[in-house]
């Protein structure tokens, strides 16, 4: 259990620990590329923000976190022996469970020792002499290693929206990923939540139960569609486990890393009855189905999306009682699949509810928070509790927060001023042998994650085989790859949207593709030609 991890108070200031290499997080990537690089005989030190490990799993506790990935592919596919112990116990699994998963993989495995908890990092500075980098955490400890891999998350730098008045409010306030390990007790009160992303569609429906009364302000409606979440029967349980070679073969092979994938015919050639037919029958299937089952060029051609989007916005209008408030909740403003879509479970009946108000900040704006409540332009509306369900600063947010700095001391952060400045999402030039373990593809986390974590510890053994001891990519490879992302997105209907994925969440942040949106298994082999080839595209010292 999270509770029972040891913890290592970072404070010893003066001394420097020496290592092979340092990996910042013990998340999904983390503690797979701890297991690899011990594989390879390293000597590794992890530094974890958190009192536990899992990174999303151990942060996102708040009421209805889950998956929207299947289970089963979700997750860690190399070890058969984990595998077959691991039950599943629900297709979409919750979060305590997610948790109680990535721990018993570190206890398995025994990774816990190389895990030092409580240990933000600070700054990572390159000493180009000695090519060593010095990692310093908020406590002032201080490590070296020679490589760093950063398995920080795309999704870990949480955004509270800079609202007047925030600190005088005198309720409790809480940021969906920064949520209580104790029970946070709603009963009873006047809540509100800010949000209507991924994460407060997964909140709403069940803390809506719970709360005497809950005001939720929404800006943009989006496109959310049945989970359709069920218990994993025994039965199922024994295919699973009898199936695994194969599944994750085909999850390496589909553009998106899950089981579903694109349908190859386009929207508009096919007879409209039997579209609509096949649009009911994505539906009334779990998971994403209804999004990356769907016709390929839903994702490319504005007709095609649209006539998808009139269906689920049909969808919508079906299931709540006031027509009002049903307008306010049906999406108008960008395409279906432009933001990941949330997947809910009796989202829309909740407001349904006597006890649900929703509030359109785009009518009325929030203008402050008050000590009572949240001021909008039409009234004060007084709580109290408010909960935050506004995003994350997405992928280059938990990298530019640290100081990083390369070469002749360049900033990390300066150099990606303008956006994610990589080669292949795994380094950046300039700061050799600092590697990106956070998978930056519009795919299922870990299936990519893995495939990040392997091609870095290749790269390692064969840098340690050939005696080499820098890695970085040239200038030019980064920027053709740059070039490429812009190029592959600018081809789908994501470009265009405000979303995270666009960095166009945040205010002032520079609009730029964060995601690598081409499939996920070009970027497989992308990742993986770069390296059969002698590592083209980077010079390796
Ligand atoms: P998201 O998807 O970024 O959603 C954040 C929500 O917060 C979204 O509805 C925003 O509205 C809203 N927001 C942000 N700033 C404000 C202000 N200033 N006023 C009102 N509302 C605001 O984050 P999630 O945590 O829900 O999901 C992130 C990912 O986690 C998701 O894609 C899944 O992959 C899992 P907006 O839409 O910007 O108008």
Redesign the pocket.
């Known amino acids: 259990m999270a509770n029972a991890l040891p913890q290592t108070p970072a404070t010893n200031a003066g001394a420097i620990d020496n290592f092979d290499a340092i990996i910042i997080g013990a998340g999904v990537c983390g503690l797979y590329q701890l297991y690899r690089l011990r594989q390879l005989g390293l000597s590794v030190r992890v530094f974890e923000d958190g009192e536990g490990i899992g990174g999303t799993w151990y942060w996102n506790r708040y009421p209805g976190c889950r998956f929207?990935s299947e289970s089963e592919t979700y997750g860690y596919s190399w070890s058969e022996e984990l595998l077959q112990e691991w039950d599943w116990k629900e297709h979409f699994s919750g979060q305590p469970e997610n948790e109680r998963y990535l721990n018993y993989v570190a206890d398995k495995f025994d990774l816990r020792r190389d895990i030092q908890l409580n240990s933000r990092v600070k700054s990572a500075v390159y000493n180009e002499q000695a090519n060593l980098w010095e990692v310093q955490l908020e406590g002032g400890q201080r490590a070296r290693a020679q490589y760093v891999i950063a398995a920080v998350g795309v999704?870990s730098a949480r955004?509270v929206?800079p609202?007047e008045g925030i600190d005088s409010f005198k309720g409790e306030s809480y940021h969906?990923?920064r949520w209580p390990r104790e029970k946070v007790n709603l009963a009873g009160k006047r809540v509100a939540v800010?949000?209507?992303?991924?994460?407060?569609?997964q909140l709403i429906p069940i803390v809506a139960k719970e709360v005497a009364h809950l005001t939720v302000?929404?800006?943009?409606p989006?496109y959310c569609a049945p989970l359709r979440n069920s218990l994993v029967t025994p039965e199922e349980q024994r295919t699973f486990k009898a199936n695994y070679a194969t599944m994750h073969k085909r999850i390496r092979e589909t553009a998106t890393g899950f089981m579903h994938d694109f349908d190859p015919r386009k929207a508009m050639e096919v007879p409209k009855a039997e579209r609509l037919a096949r649009y009911e029958e994505l539906w009334a299937q779990p998971g994403f189905a209804k999004w990356l089952g769907n016709y390929r060029d839903i994702m490319v051609n504005r007709e095609a999306n649209e006539d998808f989007a009139e269906f689920v916005r049909d969808k919508i209008r079906a299931r709540v009682k006031d027509p009002v408030v049903a307008e306010k909740l049906v999406p108008k403003d960008h395409p279906f699949g432009a933001?990941?879509i949330?997947l809910e479970t009796q989202y829309y009946e909740a407001y349904n509810r006597d006890n649900v108000l929703l509030v359109d900040?785009r009518e009325s704006p929030?203008e402050r928070i008050t000590p009572k409540g949240i001021k909008t332009k039409d009234k004060e509306y007084e709580f109290d509790v408010i909960i935050y369900?506004?995003?994350?600063d997405?992928v280059t947010g938990p990298l530019t927060r640290i100081d990083i700095r390369g070469e002749g001391g360049q900033s990390f952060k300066e150099k990606w001023a303008d956006g994610p400045r990589t080669y292949l999402c795994l380094q950046s030039a300039g700061f050799p042998n600092l590697f990106l373990a956070s998978n930056p593809a519009l795919c299922n986390y870990t299936v990519c994650a893995e495939m990040l974590v392997e091609w870095i510890t290749d790269c390692i053994r064969y840098m340690r085989e050939k005696h080499f001891t820098r890695i970085a990519p040239t200038p030019q490879a980064e920027e053709g790859w740059v070039a490429h992302m812009d190029a592959c997105a600018s081809r789908t209907i994501l470009y265009d949207t405000?979303?995270?994925f666009m960095g166009a969440?945040i205010p002032g942040k520079k609009r730029a593709i964060l995601l690598y949106t081409n499939s996920a298994a070009t970027y497989r082999k992308e990742c993986q030609d770069a390296a059969a080839k002698g590592y083209e595209g980077f010079v390796l010292r």
């Open positions: 929207d999704l955004y929206p609202f969906t990923s800010i949000g209507t992303g991924a994460t407060a569609v302000f929404q800006r943009t989006n933001k990941r949330p900040v929030i369900a506004t995003g994350f997405a405000n979303s995270w969440n």
